[in-house]
Nanobody, 128 residues
């Protein structure tokens, strides 16, 4: 079992930047054995994939809508994963969620259903 807590959300003007953090805690498996991801959910819309990083940080994947603007990274020594968001747009406004994949199944399914644990989310609002 792993608990995930996101932070770093807030209000920013279009073109600005934010850095989201996700702190992991729990007993059992170490953080470095989980692949991790970020997703987001805007009002009235379904939750959508944003970015994914494998356990070592060697492989990353992005939604087309954020490619070139967002960067996912992790620090296994600090049990944390990050999402650096640059050139933010009003359409990036959403609640952002951190998630953990304990089996590596996201690589095969590429679905949000492949994540096993979720945080509570952090609000990001981008004003025009």
């Amino acid at each position: 079992q792993v608990q995930l807590v996101e932070s770093g959300g807030g209000l920013v003007q279009a073109g600005g930047s934010l850095r989201l953090s996700c702190a992991a805690s729990g007993s059992g498996r170490t953080f470095r054995t989980y692949d991790m991801g970020w997703s987001r959910q805007a009002p009235g819309k379904e939750r959508e994939f944003v970015a994914h990083i494998n356990w070592s940080g060697a492989h990353t994947y992005y939604a087309d809508s954020v490619k070139g603007r967002f960067t996912i990274s992790r620090d296994n020594a600090k049990n944390a994963v990050f999402l650096q968001m640059n050139s933010l747009k009003p359409e990036d406004t959403a609640v952002y969620y951190c998630a953990a994949d304990k089996t590596g199944s996201w690589n095969a399914g590429r679905s949000l259903d492949n994540y096993d644990y979720w945080g509570q989310g952090t609000q990001v609002t981008v004003s025009s």
